[in-house]
């Protein structure tokens, strides 16, 4: 047992934390999924300092005694404590909203309490600065407290919670259930879909698949129609259909390398097993959307997949107008922004006339998500996203080119987050699902993982 708890407890209580906002998103709002996040990082943290998982020839105190060493020592969470810190300010520093003045018989926009610092409106930002907290916690564990079978465990337990997540939101919005069924209608208004969070746990359910066949987990085998069926289903019912496409290209990437790890490195038919789970559990996906979805939402997205219709006949003209907007809006407030949730009041300030005729009702969100970043939180905001990410991806190269000296084959979570970070890049031209919190924690994760997850020279000369 202590065995057991010391290799996959770590690893479940991390893939807890980062896919609870999919749970909460058909019953509560962003304040109450901003505290379940506070409330979930609290024992995962404990977990990554009291559980860690333990190698070859350590006791468990040792074990503790190097996370703690490394964790420490690891660039990325000193960076996320000041990242954390300044969320916390931003959250703090609201007061940003439309007032009428009196005196001038008019309507402004009401600066935040200390205007030279970065802002936000009301509580927009609470849960960005949750989302820091947690994905602090994911960061610093899936670096350097979880080991080689663990982490292929927070592949399988993630995407399995994200499918059984998934399911249920289905079936809820089938049921009538408010929230969900506007999520399944993929609302323009803000232009941010969970169904983005669904399709990035869809391609961990893929990964979660192989390690499943490549650790003879039997037991476990019927959970993957949820890993992969069921955040398929999600990816489909709850986004657009170029979140689709681009979810299934990573995929099918991912798919290829994987069919010839099976093939050539696991061997004993490890290529039919992960093709007969494959096949049923994406049967399994097609057969819950077809049943549950309104048939014309249905039949809506399947046509705009085969014929490649991607975005709505407005969209272009609010693109264009809105990225013109947005960007004379970032030139006045260029370092700090005009605070987190202001873009919908900056439309109204900033709007002439003639903009409003290419600008659907209720819009609040640039159709460039790259530059909702920019004028929502200025240069010095998209930095706190800019050097976490830079570490990240400097450590996968620096693990990617220590493996051209071990010539050991990969395991296909290795080759996860350049096209999945490649595939929220792209989303970010499109939407502004990239700033939410499932997307983020479970991007996270992959970074972290997949650079881990290289093979590298053991003590000794063998390869490990």
Not at 159 to 165: D, F, H, I, P, T
Not at 174 to 184: D, P, R, T
Request: glycine share 8%; proline share 5%.
């Amino acid at each position: 047992m202590q065995k057991f708890i010391a290799k996959y407890g770590l690893a479940a209580h991390l893939a807890i934390l980062a896919v609870a906002p999919l749970f909460l998103f058909p019953f509560y709002g962003e304040e109450t999924v901003a505290v379940v996040l506070l409330w979930l990082s609290l024992p995962a943290a404990a977990w990554i300092f009291m559980q860690p998982s333990v190698r070859r020839g350590e006791m468990l105190h040792n074990s503790r005694q190097r996370v703690a060493s490394e964790v420490f020592r690891d660039p990325i969470f000193w960076v996320m404590l000041v990242v954390v810190a300044c969320c916390g300010l931003r959250a703090l520093n609201s007061g940003i909203a439309m007032v009428y003045d009196a005196e001038t018989a008019s309507w402004q926009m009401a600066s935040p309490e200390f205007p030279l610092m970065p802002a936000s409106v009301g509580t927009s930002g609470f849960l960005p600065f949750a989302a820091s907290v947690a994905c602090m916690v994911l960061l610093i564990g899936c670096r350097n407290a979880l080991g080689r079978s663990a982490r292929q465990a927070y592949f399988l337990i993630s995407s399995v919670l994200a499918g059984l997540a998934a399911v249920m939101a289905v079936v809820l919005a089938n049921l009538g259930n408010e929230l969900a069924s506007h999520a399944m209608t993929c609302p323009y208004q803000e232009l941010s879909y969970v169904g983005v969070a669904f399709a990035v746990h869809f391609v961990s359910g893929l990964i979660a698949v192989v390690a499943v066949i490549e650790n003879k987990w039997n037991r476990v085998m019927p959970l993957l129609i949820l890993a992969v069926g069921g955040t398929a289903a999600g990816a489909y019912a709850f986004s657009p259909a170029y979140v689709s496409g681009i979810g299934l290209a990573v995929w099918l990437v991912l798919f290829a390398y994987s069919f010839f790890y099976a093939l050539r490195i696991l061997r004993n038919a490890s290529e039919f097993k992960m093709i007969l789970v494959l096949g049923v559990s994406l049967l399994s996906a097609w057969a819950l959307v077809a049943m549950t979805m309104p048939q014309s939402v249905f039949h809506a997205r399947a046509t705009s997949i085969c014929e490649c219709a991607f975005f709505p006949d407005w969209y272009a003209a609010a693109r264009k107008t809105l990225s013109d907007l947005a960007l004379k809006v970032w030139m006045t407030n260029s370092w700090t922004g005009t605070g987190v949730g202001s873009f919908g009041l900056d439309i109204r300030f900033n709007a002439v006339p003639s903009d409003w005729a290419s600008i659907p009702r209720g819009l609040v969100a640039p159709p460039f998500g790259w530059l909702k970043l920019l004028v929502e939180r200025g240069i010095f905001g998209a930095a706190l996203m800019a050097v976490p990410l830079i570490l990240l991806l400097a450590t996968y190269m620096w693990r990617l080119v220590g493996w051209l000296l071990v010539r050991t084959p990969p395991q296909p979570g290795c080759w996860m987050a350049l096209p999945v970070l490649l595939a929220v890049v792209a989303m970010g031209c499109f939407d502004c699902s990239y700033l939410r919190a499932d997307v983020m924690m479970a991007v996270a994760g992959i970074l972290a993982l997949s650079a881990s997850s290289f093979p590298k020279a053991a003590k000794g000369g063998k390869n490990g």
